[in-house]
């Protein structure tokens, strides 16, 4: 195993609630109601495919650009006072680096709101992040994740990804890599190199290395 690739959102730190919680309000603004189920459709998906999908619900003449504005006002406002890491993902974490294992961040969202959530995480643990700022197709495209790949110079095969949605998993098997999927709103099914589990505290460093095909 050569590295490791953290999603961001439901997966290292409990942010989709904060999603849901500003996503709520933006659809307030646009005089619409939001509900769970709708967030459940933009799991793991980009900034310009929630707005879209907000305009298309709610029918409002708003221009996408004030949309997302008004998205990445809100979350980089809430999540810069403080975002809960998910269960067993900081022991995890500390694990890897006690290693020496190198390890990205690798997110759809945005850069802003990516370093807001980190302030909480810590930048420094990660040895490269990826957000949707950094490449031109997000998930379920495998770039980000061969992106990541290429900056710490490893093989994706020789990788492992941890993720939560549906979207995630697909980049990172288009990439090559091992997943340990986590679900959060959509279930995910096991599948060969995949490990499905219901919190990163059933996972440690020597379950990721059993993943990775000699």
């Known amino acids: 195993m050569e590295a490791v690739f ?45 707005v879209a999908y907000m305009l298309a619900v709610s029918g409002a003449d708003v221009p996408p650009g004030t949309v997302r504005d008004w998205m990445v006002e809100g979350m980089v406002g809430r999540l810069s ?41 810590g930048r420094h643990l990660f040895d490269a992040v990826v957000t949707a700022d950094d490449v031109r197709r997000t998930k379920p495209d ?25 979207t995630g998993v697909a980049a990172a098997t288009a990439a090559g890599c091992a997943v340990v999927a986590v679900p959060s709103l959509l279930p995910i099914d096991p599948a060969p190199g995949r490990l499905v589990v219901d919190s990163l505290t059933a996972v440690s460093v020597t379950d990721l290395r059993g993943l990775v095909r000699l």
């Open 6 to 50: 953290f999603d961001m959102d439901g997966l290292l730190v409990d942010s989709e609630k904060v999603w849901l919680e500003i996503e709520t309000e933006v659809m307030a603004r646009l005089g619409a109601v939001w509900t769970i189920e709708h967030q459940a459709h933009l799991v793991g998906g980009s900034m310009e495919r929630a």
């Open 81 to 121: 006072q403080g975002v809960p890491v998910m269960p067993g993902a900081g022991e995890l974490l500390a694990a890897l680096r006690a290693e020496g294992v190198p390890v990205a961040l690798v997110t759809s969202s945005l850069k802003d709101i990516a370093e807001a959530a980190l302030g909480t995480v």
């Open 142 to 166: 495998p770039e980000p994740y061969l992106t990541a790949a290429a900056m710490l110079d490893v093989e994706p095969v020789r990788c492992v990804v941890l993720e939560d949605s549906p």
